[in-house]
């Protein structure tokens, strides 16, 4: 599984993918796959009151991935998700790392199969 940022057709990029930029307007027709790159931790806090069937205290952060190198117009994407760690500090390096599953299916949700429960959740570098 990959962790994609998208692309439109200028260049903007964003996460999660859209169907229509919200820079611009146009659609985004390409991915960034940024499962195997290092961010920094841009801000986080410790969520107390989570949903049914997700961890608590749960600790979330927004992830800053640097793109230079990469042909597009933005120096940067931004990722919100949970990190694997309660302890994190702005600044720090992370990366993404797979999970399974990022909430119980059993909990909270009328109808499990209509849900996807796997994605990444951020661990220190």
Not at 5 to 25: D, I, K, R, S
Request: aromatic share 8%; hydrophobic share 30%; glycine share 8%.
């Amino acid at each position: 599984m990959s962790f994609d940022a998208y692309v439109c057709e200028n260049g903007h990029v964003t996460y999660p993918g859209h169907t229509l930029c919200p820079e611009c307007g146009e659609k985004q027709t390409e991915t960034i796959d940024l499962s195997d790159r290092t961010g920094e931790v841009v801000t986080w806090t410790h969520s107390t009151k989570t949903p049914p069937g997700v961890r608590e205290p749960n600790t979330l952060a927004i992830v800053e991935f640097d793109l230079s190198g990469e042909d597009v117009a933005d120096e940067y994407v931004r990722a919100i998700g949970q990190v694997t760690i309660e302890e994190v500090e702005t600044g720090d390096a992370v990366e993404p790392v797979y999970a399974e599953q990022l909430r119980d299916p059993e909990v909270g949700i009328k109808v499990p199969e209509s849900q996807e429960w796997d994605g990444y959740r951020f661990e220190p570098a």
